[in-house]
């Protein structure tokens, strides 16, 4: 079928909408009317050559929206249902079979690679060639994308779409690793390095746990404003501040029990570590080129203190989205309140002033006839 879609043909150049050609599903695939997408870090960094992507390339990787049509072996969706895209997972590796589709062997290669596991991709150029278009195995920056059943998940019918996309990453990225893998108790201390989209998330599930002190650090004025309304309890500028650390160590009377870092500058990994009270947990979420050190003082970690990463939020997605889709309709995790929505035709204003940091949470809203 003829769709539109968001191009990018070459690294670091712009975004451009023309009409493609989508394939027809196959016995396990689903196509997705996207009603919105939103507009991830990850995306940028695809645009800028962090992972092995071929060009010309779809992303676009937090799509919700309608099924369209669906393969004739898809059993548990039918036209009609509102889903969220998420990500993908082989389903045969090690990591897979222990039920962790998050830490799948060949996920990273699902993710970028821009084709299913066999090499073919979901779109074609005006002149037939291919177009490198199964980025999370979706591209949902189009007006319709292809994605597995397994890869959809069903919501309910009377939540925004156009708010949820983001939930596919950003959302239960951060919310993840606060609720699946931190398990703060109420009355636990926490500490969030960067409150973009990932960052917010994450302050707003521990806000949910009954996190007390809540402390936000950024260097956009606007975001720890944003960070106060959502449930920070003190907020810290990194640029002005001299010394964020020794703040955050009096805030909570000698440290952290918990701390969350979504930047992956290594200088800031290393003070999300530092502010950590004895045996006490720091979390990375940032997404840094390969090669990217940290140096870190050992007497630290003898303490107990414990460093590791987490990969979107250690979620089950068919069990932890609409879990996050009920906060929301409770008015517990206000997501909106870090979205700007853009028109389609506006991907690159929008990819502009999410890398500039002037927006959050940019969410694509797509036109249709």
């Given amino acids: 079928m003829r769709i539109k879609a968001a191009i990018f043909r070459e690294k670091s150049g712009p975004f451009v909408i023309e009409a493609v050609e989508l394939c027809e599903p196959r016995a396990d695939e689903i196509i997705v009317r996207v009603v919105a997408s939103g507009l991830c870090q990850t995306d940028l960094h695809a645009r800028d050559g962090y992972y092995e992507s071929a060009y010309p390339a779809v992303y676009g990787h937090e799509g919700a929206g309608v099924v369209h049509a669906v393969g004739s072996a898809v059993r548990a969706l039918q036209p009609g249902d509102h889903v969220v895209m998420s990500y993908p997972w082989c389903g045969a590796c090690a990591n897979c079979a222990c039920h962790m589709p998050n830490y799948c062997v060949h996920g990273r290669r699902l993710k970028s690679a821009g ?3 066999d090499g073919s991709t979901l779109l074609a150029q005006n002149n037939g060639a291919p177009l490198y278009s199964a980025f999370f195995q979706q591209s949902s920056f189009g007006t319709f994308a292809l994605t597995q059943e397994r890869y959809a998940v069903k919501v309910r019918a009377d939540a925004p779409l156009e708010l949820l996309g983001p939930l596919a990453c950003s959302g239960q990225t951060g919310a993840g690793a606060v609720l699946n893998v931190l398990r703060p108790a109420a009355g636990d201390s926490f500490a969030v390095f960067g409150v973009g989209a990932v960052g917010l998330s994450a302050l707003m599930a521990a806000k949910i746990s009954g996190c007390d002190p809540i402390v936000a650090v950024d260097i956009h004025d ?8 959502l449930g920070a309890t003190h907020t810290i500028n990194h640029r002005t501040s001299s010394d964020v650390v020794g703040e955050i ?6 440290g952290v029990r918990h701390a ?3 930047s992956a500058v290594p200088a800031v990994l290393r003070e999300a570590v530092e502010c950590l009270m004895p045996a006490a947990t720091c979390v990375l979420l940032g997404s840094a080129r390969k090669g990217t050190e940290v140096a870190l003082e050992m007497p630290l970690v003898q303490q107990g203190r414990m460093v590791r990463g987490v990969v979107q939020g ?3 997605p068919q069990q ?3 879990r996050l889709v009920d906060l929301i309709m409770a ?3 206000p997501i909106e309140k870090m979205i700007t929505f853009y028109d389609f035709a506006d991907i690159e204003r929008a990819a502009g002033e999410s890398a500039a940091g002037t927006v ?5 809203r797509m036109a249709h006839d």
């Fill in 115 to 117: 084709t299913r596991a």
């Fill in 222 to 229: 606007h975001r720890l404003a944003l960070a106060r309304q």
């Fill in 249 to 254: 160590r009096k805030i909570a009377n000698g």
């Fill in 260 to 262: 969350v870092e979504t």
């Fill in 314 to 316: 250690d979620s089950v």
């Fill in 320 to 322: 932890f989205i609409p």
């Fill in 331 to 333: 008015a517990q995790f």
């Fill in 360 to 364: 959050i949470k940019p969410v694509l």
